[in-house]
C-alpha cells in the first residue's frame, strides 16, 4: 500500500458511514499523486486553481469528480465550466452570476456554494451572514437555470483553540438551518455543510460538516 492509500484508509476509518464526503484536495500536488489516492478508491478531488486544474485534469481519469475549493475570479469560471462537479466558495452575485452564464452556455446546471466569513483572519473571503441573507433576499439567484445553490461552506480559524472552531463551524451549522428553512424547504439540492481540513475535521464532522476538505493529511505538506 502507498503512504497516500495508507493515509487515505485512516482518515476513511475516523469519518461517520453515511453523510460526510471526503474532499482531496489535492493542490501544489502532482498527478502522480492525485493518481495514487484515485487508486486507493477515492473520486472527488479539491483544487484551487484554475490552471493547475486544467493541466491535472487533462492528465487524470475521467471520472473523477473535481471540485473548486479557491477564490475563483469571474473571469475563469469560463475554463472551468464545462466540467466542475462543485464551486465552494461563492462570496459575491458577480460570480454567481458568471458561473450561470457559463454554465447556461455549457448546457449545464452547476451545484455552487456560499462561502460564509467565519474565522478572526481578515485576510480570508467569504460573506457575513448579513450580506448572505442579504444576497438570498435579493432572489436573483432564483431564475438562475445555470445554477444550484447546495449549501454552504467555510474555514475555520487557523487555531489551537478548539472551542473557538467549534462555536465558528456551529454558527454556520446553525446559519444553515436558518437559510435552509427560510429559502430551501422543498430543495433537497440545498444539503452541504463545506467545513473540517487536515487540523480540524473531526471538530467539524461533530459540528454536522457533510463535506470535509482535507489536503496535507492525506498528500503531505505544501513544499
Ligand atoms: C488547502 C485547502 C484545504 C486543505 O487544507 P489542509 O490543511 O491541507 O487539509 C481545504 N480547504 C481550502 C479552501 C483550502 O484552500
Known amino acids: 500500500m ?10 476513511r476509518a ?8 471526503l474532499v482531496a484536495v489535492s493542490k501544489y500536488h502532482p498527478a ?3 493518481f495514487k489516492a484515485y487508486a486507493a478508491g477515492q473520486r472527488i478531488f479539491g483544487e484551487s486553481r484554475v490552471q493547475e486544474l486544467q493541466a491535472k485534469k487533462a492528465s487524470l481519469p475521467a471520472d473523477i469528480k473535481w471540485h473548486f475549493i479557491g477564490h475563483l475570479q469571474p473571469n ?6 464545462p ?10 452575485s458577480r460570480l454567481l452570476n458568471e458561473i450561470n452564464r457559463q454554465a447556461l452556455r455549457f448546457g449545464r446546471r452547476i451545484e455552487v456554494l456560499l462561502q460564509l466569513h467565519v474565522a478572526t483572519e481578515a485576510t480570508k473571503f467569504g460573506m457575513t ?5 442579504a444576497l438570498l433576499n435579493a432572489g436573483e439567484w432564483c431564475s438562475m437555470q445555470g445554477v444550484q445553490i447546495a449549501g454552504l461552506m467555510c474555514m475555520a480559524s487557523h487555531t489551537d483553540n478548539k472551542s473557538q472552531i467549534q462555536a465558528e463551524f456551529r454558527s454556520v451549522r446553525d446559519f444553515f438551518d436558518e437559510i435552509k428553512a427560510r429559502h430551501f424547504a422543498d ?13 480540524d475535521y473531526l471538530t467539524a464532522i461533530d459540528e454536522g460538516s457533510t463535506l470535509v476538505r482535507i489536503g496535507s493529511a492525506i498528500f503531505g505538506d505544501y513544499s
Open 187 to 199: 430543495c433537497p439540492a440545498f444539503r452541504h455543510r463545506s467545513y473540517g481540513m487536515s487540523e
Open 14 to 21: 475516523t469519518l461517520p458511514s453515511h453523510g460526510t464526503e
Open 129 to 133: 451572514f448579513d450580506e448572505c441573507r
Open 32 to 34: 502522480e499523486a492525485i
Open 76 to 81: 475563469k469560471v469560463k475554463y472551468i465550466a
Open 83 to 92: 466540467y466542475i462537479s462543485l464551486i465552494h466558495a461563492v462570496d459575491t
Open 2 to 11: 502507498t503512504a497516500i492509500a495508507q493515509r487515505l484508509a485512516n482518515i
